[in-house]
């Protein structure tokens, strides 16, 4: 399923950069409830994407990351000041990569094929990220669905990164952690890889997903074939 492929596609938040590590550096701050505030705080910002998406109400993935980050505080009656709040919202334009995501984009890159990004994040968060974890030269093109006002998985953000790249459907491998956003890019026609970090259940069992992995490193032993029997053609 992976010969026809030229483009790796990542997610970013979840798959390339650590969601959880912009509360884990606050942890002494949030006291116990750390993780759940951070649990608490991903899941109601992917929720108002959805939400905001089929409302028609577009806030850019910058503000609704704050309304969520403001929701999950006041869930655990923790008194958010606006230094707090802001101090965890700069933390999140600068998560942590994954350890492998270096190595695994410069791999793909040798093999000649080019790595980019497709993401609900702003431009500006999505070059913060890229920047401080010095990876900007490792991705070729980065996407934003804040040029459509759509979030994923609105199959309009997936054609989008066709016309953005001049590629079919098939010559794109998608790569992400997210089992809704695999759905969506499998449910458009992409070359799915799934990355489960966090040994979780497979859902959206009716959606394929060509490959299930641990991790980014995986991914360049998948491609590898295909790309040495096309340099021989
Ligand atoms: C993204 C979120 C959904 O990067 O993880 O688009």
Known sequence: MLESVQVCLFDAYGTLFDVNSAVARYSAALGENANAVSSLWRQHQLEYTWTRSLMNRYADFWEITREALEYALDTFGISADARLINSLMNSYLSLTSFPEVDDALRELKSLGLTTAILSNGTAYMLGEALRVNDLAARIDVCLSVDDLKVYKPDPRVYQYA??????????????????????GASSFGFRTVRIDRHHHKREYLFETIHHEERSLSAIPALLRPHRQIGSLL
């Not at 066709?162 to 759905?183: F, K």
């Open 162 to 183: 066709c016309d953005r790249l001049e590629m079919t459907p098939q010559q794109i491998c998608y790569v992400s952690s997210n089992a809704w956003d695999l759905a």
